[in-house]
C-alpha cells in the first residue's frame, strides 16, 4: 500500500534561515502533491500543488520540489519567521481503480518552530 | 463564504454515550470527507461522500461509526456508543471536485474527549 513519510522530529530554525521539509512516499507515482499547513486547534490549510512534469514551485517565500525519480518533495521556507511556526503536512490524491475516485492520503507533518 | 462549519467546536462525554459531529460544506463543493487526527495516527480519512452519496466508507473504524449527508449543506458522523479510543480531534473538510489537483478546505474541527 501507499506510504508517505515525512520526518516526524520537529524541526528547530532560527528566524532568517530557510526551513526544509521533507515528504518521501512509496509503491505508487503520484501526478500531484499537496502541502497543507496546520496550526494548533486548527484544521489544516492548503499552500501549494505541484504536478510531476514541474521540477519546482514557488509562492511569495514557499517552494516546493517534487522528484519523481527519487520519490520526494521537499518545502522550503526562505527568510522564516516566528509566524512560520506549525505543522506541515504533505498530501498526494491515489487513484482508487475500484470506485474511479481520487483519494488524498496525508503524512503525519512535521512540526517547525521558528525561533527570534 | 464563511468556509467549512463544524459543531460543537469540542465536546466531552462520557463512554457508552451517544456524540454527534456536525458539518455544513462550503455551499457549491460537491465533496464531503471526515477525517479523524490523533497523535499515534495522524489524520485518517473515515468517510468520503459524492453529491450526498457516501462513496468510501473504508475509513470508519467499526459499525459504532455512522455517517450521513441528507442534503448539499448539511453531513453527521454519529458514534454510538462511544468509548475512550474515540478520543480525537474531528475534520470535515470539502472540495468543488476530486481531481488530484483540488484542493481540500478543512473546518475547525471538533476535540471528542470520551472519558
Known amino acids: 500500500s501507499q506510504k508517505i513519510e515525512q520526518n516526524s522530529e520537529a524541526l528547530n530554525i532560527q528566524e532568517g534561515k530557510t526551513a526544509t521539509l521533507t515528504c518521501n512516499y512509496t509503491?505508487?507515482?503520484?501526478?500531484?502533491l499537496q502541502w497543507y499547513r496546520q496550526d494548533p486547534g486548527r484544521g489544516p490549510v492548503f499552500l501549494l500543488l505541484?504536478?510531476?512534469?514541474?521540477k519546482e514551485k514557488r509562492k511569495e517565500r514557499l517552494k516546493v520540489t517534487f522528484d519523481t525519480t527519487l520519490k520526494q518533495s521537499l518545502f522550503h521556507i526562505t527568510a522564516s519567521q516566528p509566524a512560520d511556526s506549525a505543522t506541515y503536512l504533505c498530501?498526494?490524491?491515489?487513484?482508487?481503480?475500484?470506485?474511479?475516485?481520487?483519494?488524498?492520503?496525508f503524512g503525519a507533518g512535521t512540526r517547525l518552530a521558528v525561533h527570534p | 463564504d464563511a468556509g467549512v462549519i463544524q459543531s460543537p467546536r469540542h465536546e466531552v462525554t462520557e463512554m457508552g454515550q451517544e456524540v454527534t459531529l456536525r458539518c455544513k460544506p462550503i455551499s457549491g463543493h460537491d465533496y464531503l470527507f471526515w477525517y479523524r487526527q490523533t497523535m499515534m495516527r495522524g489524520l485518517e480519512l473515515l468517510i468520503y461522500?459524492?453529491?450526498?452519496?457516501?462513496?468510501?466508507d473504508s475509513g470508519m473504524p467499526e459499525d459504532r461509526f455512522s455517517a450521513k449527508m441528507p442534503n448539499a449543506s448539511f453531513s453527521t458522523l454519529k458514534i454510538q456508543p462511544s468509548e475512550p479510543r474515540d478520543s480525537a480531534v474531528y475534520f470535515c473538510?470539502?472540495?468543488?471536485?476530486?481531481?488530484?489537483?483540488?484542493?481540500?478546505?478543512f473546518g475547525p474541527g471538533t476535540r471528542l474527549t470520551v472519558l
Open positions: 509503491n505508487y507515482s503520484p501526478a500531484y
Open positions: 498530501a498526494l490524491p491515489v487513484w482508487m481503480f475500484s470506485g474511479g475516485y481520487n483519494k488524498l492520503i
Open positions: 473538510a470539502s472540495s468543488l471536485a476530486d481531481r488530484p489537483y483540488n484542493e481540500q478546505f
Open positions: 461522500f459524492n453529491n450526498n452519496v457516501p462513496i468510501d
Open positions: 505541484i504536478r510531476e512534469n514541474e
